[in-house]
């Protein structure tokens, strides 16, 4: 027979809070923010169709950094390697990507 916590019990057992605890949004993220660099038109010395210009390029990346980085910390922390092995290769394939889209 196996003994009930007292919330067990009445059956008033509260969800735990519900934070992320995968890499797999961070992962997600990076994956959109990559392409998003990919795929929208920037402008260098004036804004494009889009009204994209550098500054927004470079804000791009920095988010896309920070998601890159989120991702292999906590995949190392939890020990997910296959999070970690996807989050390696999807930065490759973004940069690829990004160098053979430049006009």
């Given at each position: ?23 797999h949004v961070w992962l997600i ?17 004036h804004p494009s169709k889009l ?45 690829v990507l990004f160098v053979c889209?430049?006009?």
């Amino acid at each position: 027979m196996e003994l009930k916590s007292s919330d067990q019990a009445k059956g008033t057992s509260h969800p735990k809070q519900s934070q992320p605890k995968s890499c797999h949004v961070w992962l997600i993220a990076q994956i959109m923010l990559s392409a998003a660099l990919i795929f929208l038109p920037f402008g260098f010395d004036h804004p494009s169709k889009l009204g994209l210009d550098f500054g927004h390029l470079l804000l791009l990346a920095m988010c896309f950094t920070v998601a890159f980085i989120g991702c292999i910390a906590l995949s190392i922390a939890q020990k997910r390697h296959v999070c970690l092995v996807a989050s390696v290769f999807a930065a490759l394939i973004g940069f690829v990507l990004f160098v053979c889209f430049q006009d």
